[in-house]
């Protein structure tokens, strides 16, 4: 009865190489996110998705693709993988408060992905 | 300036102490305000969401002060379990999230 999931929970790969990260949440949001924490503990947006849509998208790499095949997923796609890239990549989600009528709307967070290019 | 900015700490306070953590945030349009709680190789937690009027759960007052953009979080009676690193999160969106996290304040709870 997992919120939100993430797999794999742990990804080791080498320097260019190609990889996704799956996330899945089975609460019925509309909106999901991709966070990145790096080694100084920082958590950043990446991408923000409203019912299959892009709304934000920060300034990332056009490495990282961001895909939505229906409204409880929301994957993650990284190519030519480089060193600073290892950090831990959480996949998020919330309910927009246009429609749930408050503006209180937390976000639930996946366990993390911990991704490390060597 | 950056758009939410925490106490730097650590914090390490006894056990049953009471610890405050002060927030501000940049932009005067941010619309929702929350605290969440983040252990070590976990994912962040929401505490509790932050109300105009300021609000209470058990040990934990979060308080908002839009005027001067500033937000806290007060912990009464400090246990072990509280040591976490404790996030600001201000919602500066209009139409979707926009969920901007500040660095985090790390507390640790000493016996």
């Known amino acids: 009865d997992t919120a939100v999931s993430q797999t794999p929970k742990y990804l080791v790969t080498q320097m260019g190489n190609d990889k996704s990260i799956k996330c899945e949440q089975n609460l019925g949001h509309d909106t999901m996110y991709w966070y990145k924490q790096d080694s100084k503990k920082f958590l950043k947006i990446m991408f923000s998705?409203?019912?299959?849509?892009?709304?934000i998208n920060e300034t990332v790499p056009n490495r990282f693709s961001p895909k939505s095949p229906d409204k409880a997923h929301l994957n993650l796609h990284i190519n030519s993988l480089e060193l600073g890239d290892s950090a831990v990549y959480f996949c998020?989600?919330?309910?927009?408060?246009?429609?749930?009528?408050?503006?209180?709307?937390?976000?639930?967070f996946g366990p993390g992905t911990r991704l490390t290019v060597l | 300036r950056k758009e939410v900015e925490q106490d730097p700490g650590p914090f390490n306070v006894p056990e049953g102490a009471t610890v405050a953590f002060n927030c501000t945030y940049s932009?005067?349009?941010?619309?929702?305000f929350f605290w969440y709680r983040q252990d070590c190789r976990k994912e962040p937690k929401l505490l509790m969401s932050?109300?105009?009027s300021g609000n209470e759960d058990g040990r934990f007052t979060a308080q908002l002060n839009r005027a001067s953009q500033y937000i806290s979080l007060l912990i009464r009676d400090s246990k072990l379990s509280d040591s976490a690193t404790y996030l600001c999160?201000?919602?500066?969106?209009?139409?979707?999230?926009?969920?901007?996290f500040g660095p985090g304040t790390r507390l640790s709870v000493l016996p």
């Open positions: 998020a989600s919330s309910q927009d408060k246009g429609t749930s009528g408050g503006i209180y709307n937390e976000q639930f």
């Open positions: 999160v201000v919602n500066v969106g209009n139409y979707g999230q926009n969920f901007v």
């Open positions: 998705y409203n019912n299959k849509e892009l709304i």
């Open positions: 932050v109300y105009s």
């Open positions: 932009n005067s349009a941010s619309q929702s």
